[in-house]
Structure formats: structure tokens, C-alpha cells
T-cell receptor, first 113, second 112 residues
Framework: QQQVKQSPQSLIVQKGGISIINCAYE??????FPWYQQFPGKGPALLIA?????SEKKEGRFTISFNKSAKQFSLHIMDSQPGDSATYFC????????????FGTGTRLTVIP | DTAVSQTPKYLVTQMGNDKSIKCEQN?????MYWYKQDSKKFLKIMFS???????INETVPNRFSPKSPDKAHLNLHINSLELGDSAVYFC???????????FGAGSRLTVL
């Protein structure tokens, strides 16, 4: 059972464009929503995260939008750069577990120069 | 360097063999995890250890046995390897109650 649904599976964006990745969940016990970035041959690394009591969080070119009522959240990458090419995972933490993170299926982003 | 380190990075073996992957963290974290990433990049939690006690076992076959000799180490032993065990296995660590998981670079297991 996929606890966090993520789309699209892959995304190609021109340099300077906006990359948008969407995620949805059902479990209301989730209380923390991070995004992880993974480069080939590396482990996932935390990129940005949000709690459900805010609707948006921005860090540089990366923004998370969060819609609690719809149980959806998305990652926006502004002014996308070739160096942003990586696989992006949304995740959700189950507050009843010990930091048990449920990951989405990943989005492979390619930014074309 | 402070990090989560895994060994080996690559492991190629025959079906039926037994193998181990080691993980060490020097971040002072008290919770460690094993995740499996399949060929479609799907990340699924396998085990979690907090202060040397198993606290999550997500219905992983009992051929997989985690062993944590201390808070800084969480090793994964796999018996009777099967083709479907081929994947990248990631170790991660965190401070209990904190939000950030730190992942290792992964161990790619190929079962022939």
C-alpha cells in the first residue's frame, strides 16, 4: 500500500523554467512533510520540509505548498538549473512511529541547458 | 567526516548465499534505519533501531536480520539470498523525535 502518492514519475524542464512535483496522502497521523533530493550513486538528502500548520515554505528557489484539507503538497523549483537534475522524493512522517518516514515513488527531474 | 557510512558499496553474489552489509554513524544519533530501494527507485523502510532495540519491522522476510551491537552501528544480514533481493540498501540515522534522517550512500546488492 502506497501511503504517499507522487507524480509525475519523470519531468523534463528547460533551464530557467519552473519544476512542479505533486504528492498526496491519506493518513491524518502524518505530521511532517519533507522533500528529499537524490543524486545518482548517493543517498537521499533533506532538501526542504514543512509542517501542516503552514501553507507554504520557501527556501531560495525551492518552495513547498501545502493544502491540509486536500491532503496534498507540492514542490516548486523556480529558475530550474541543470544542477537540479536529480530524483526528488516527497515523504510524510507518521507521528505514531519513531520518525518512520513513508516515501513517495520519486520523480526524476532533468533540467535541459 | 561526520556521516553515515556503509560497506560494501557494491556486492555481487549468487542465489542462496548469505551476506552482510555494515552501517556506522558518527553523528551521535540514537535511531538507525534500513531502507530498500528497488529498481524503480521506490524507497521502503525495512527496520528501525532505537538504542539497540528493534522498533519497526515492516513485514520483511525473516531471511533479513538486523543486528545493532551499539547505538552507532546497525548491520543487515541476509540469509539464502534470492533474485528479488537485488536492490540498493540504504542505512539512515536520526535523533529520536527529530525530523531529519541522514542517509548513507547506499549498498548495491546484485543477486545472480
Amino acid at each position: 500500500q502506497q501511503q504517499v502518492k507522487q507524480s509525475p514519475q519523470s519531468l523534463i524542464v528547460q533551464k530557467g523554467g519552473i519544476s512542479i512535483i505533486n504528492c498526496a496522502y491519506e493518513n491524518t497521523a502524518f505530521d511532517y512533510f519533507p522533500w528529499y533530493q537524490q543524486f545518482p550513486g548517493k543517498g537521499p538528502a533533506l532538501l526542504i520540509a514543512i509542517r501542516p500548520d503552514v501553507s507554504e515554505k520557501k527556501e531560495g528557489r525551492f518552495t513547498i505548498s501545502f493544502n491540509k484539507s486536500a491532503k496534498q503538497f507540492s514542490l516548486h523549483i523556480m529558475d530550474s538549473q541543470p544542477g537540479d537534475s536529480a530524483t526528488y522524493f516527497c515523504a510524510a512522517r507518521d507521528q505514531t512511529g519513531a520518525n518512520n518516514l513513508f516515501f513517495g515513488t520519486g520523480t526524476r527531474l532533468t533540467v535541459i541547458p | 567526516d561526520t556521516a553515515v557510512s556503509q560497506t560494501p558499496k557494491y556486492l555481487v553474489t549468487q542465489m542462496g548465499n548469505d551476506k552482510s552489509i555494515k552501517c556506522e554513524q558518527n553523528l551521535g544519533h540514537d535511531t538507525m534505519y534500513w531502507y530498500k530501494q528497488d529498481s524503480k527507485k521506490f524507497l521502503k523502510i525495512m527496520f528501525s533501531y532505537n538504542n539497540k532495540e528493534l522498533i519497526i519491522n515492516e513485514t520483511v522476510p525473516n531471511r533479513f536480520s538486523p543486528k545493532s551491537p551499539d547505538k552507532a552501528h546497525l548491520n543487515l544480514h541476509i540469509n539464502s539470498l534470492e533474485l528479488g533481493d537485488s536492490a540498493v540498501y540504504f542505512c539512515a540515522s536520526a535523533v529520536s523525535g527529530a525530523n531529519v534522517l541522514t542517509f548513507g550512500a547506499g549498498s548495491r546488492l546484485t543477486v545472480l
